[in-house]
């Protein structure tokens, strides 16, 4: 199963094109039913906007839906989901909520407008890689903690819980392919006191 691209957290955006409010709101889902959950959520709360735009993907079974919501066909909906596809994101759900401001934008000026709100909305929430990491776990001693911390970054890897008692059980998480090099400086930083061992595979979304 290959590594995918979520957004990291729901986020909440707006901006102002002659006089007309874009209010983009994204979410990281995993079912339609939490999708369609978002979007009712929004048209309740923004009830009195003209528009409330939306799409979603959904990586099991492919899903791609979305809604012009009254706007002109292929001005909202289909850009909104454009940004999402350009990006690799899966696992989305985008709301725009236009609020008229009694200036026509034209079929060009409303696709530019959407599509930079869904794009806004997604990079205020991050986007997160999903991918199966090795779970490595090793004793580490007190005086080279904070030292053996700074081997990850180098590695992409993720620091885990950590036991803290006569030494320190340290965790970590680790893109698959790594787990050699890792344990190689581990041995040269420890005189080849510390030996990680793998004890399981987890997917985990980590930030990119």
């Excluded at 959407?114 to 991050?126: M, N, P, V």
């Excluded at 950590?162 to 698959?176: C, D, K, S, T, Y």
Aim: with cysteine; aromatic share 10%.
């Amino acid at each position: 199963m290959a590594e995918y691209y979520i957004p990291t957290a729901p986020s909440e955006t707006e901006f102002t094109e002659k006089r007309s409010r874009f209010i983009g709101h994204v979410w990281p889902v995993d079912s339609e039913v939490e999708a369609r959950g978002h979007i009712e959520e929004m048209k309740k709360r923004y009830h009195d906007a003209r528009h409330n735009c939306w799409c979603y993907i959904l990586r099991e079974g492919g899903i791609l839906r979305y809604s012009d919501d009254g706007e002109p066909q292929g001005t909202a909906g289909q850009p909104m989901l454009g940004v999402f596809q350009k990006e690799n994101i899966e696992n989305v759900c985008c709301v725009v909520t236009r609020y008229f401001g009694g200036v026509l934008l034209g079929a060009g000026g409303l696709t530019r407008a959407y599509g930079r709100s869904a794009k806004d909305a997604l990079d205020a929430a991050g986007v997160s890689v999903v991918r199966p990491w090795s779970v490595v776990e090793f004793g580490c001693p007190y005086p080279l903690f904070e030292r053996v911390k700074l081997e990850l970054p180098p590695l992409k890897g993720v620091e885990g819980e950590h036991e803290f008692g006569a030494e320190i059980v340290f965790r970590a998480l680790l893109p698959q392919g790594a787990e050699e090099e890792f344990a190689r400086r581990l041995g040269e930083l420890s005189a080849g006191g510390i030996r990680p061992r793998v004890t399981g595979i987890q997917w985990k979304a980590v930030p990119r």
